[in-house]
């Protein structure tokens, strides 16, 4: 097993594959992947996703940025609330990427005793009073969009 605890990971300009970290990273940036399944383990700090297209990913991190992003669907963990900037057509769900040694990978991490709030994502485009049009948060039962 490769120890990534203190690495950073660039996942960029990917079309239609699926990658699939199995281990603790330390920061991911991710840029330009179109139509891809990207699932990523526990990570110690941030996630920034940037001008993805028609993606599916499953993370689990304290802090998840996502900009110039549409029609993707996140399974996620956030210790912190998610923010989207310049986004549209996305979905938020609880995460459900599971591997052997996840757990111990939550405990390193800091995420293993943390609330999930993947429910309270903050549109920094949208500073109205109702509900943004650019995210839907689906829960658990609710039917597939």
């Known amino acids: 097993m490769i120890d990534c605890s203190k690495s950073s990971f660039e996942i960029k300009g990917n079309e239609g594959c ?35 297209h028609g993606c599916t990913f499953e993370l689990l991190t304290h802090q998840l940025r996502i900009h110039k992003t549409e029609k993707c669907d996140f399974h996620i963990f956030a210790s912190s609330k998610p923010i989207i900037e310049n986004c549209s057509e996305l ?12 757990e111990e990978d939550l405990k390193n991490s800091g ?11 903050q549109d920094f485009n949208w500073l109205k009073t109702e509900k943004s049009p650019n995210f839907v948060i689906v829960k658990s039962g609710d039917p597939p969009l």
């Open 18 to 52: 699926t990658i699939e970290i199995q281990a603790l990273a330390n920061c991911i940036y991710m840029s330009g992947n179109r139509n891809c399944i990207i699932r990523i383990g526990a990570v110690r700090n941030s996630v920034l996703i940037d001008d993805c």
């Open 91 to 102: 979905t938020f769900s609880k995460h459900r990427f599971d591997y052997d040694g996840l």
């Open 111 to 121: 995420l293993k005793d943390k609330e999930n709030l993947f429910e309270e994502v």
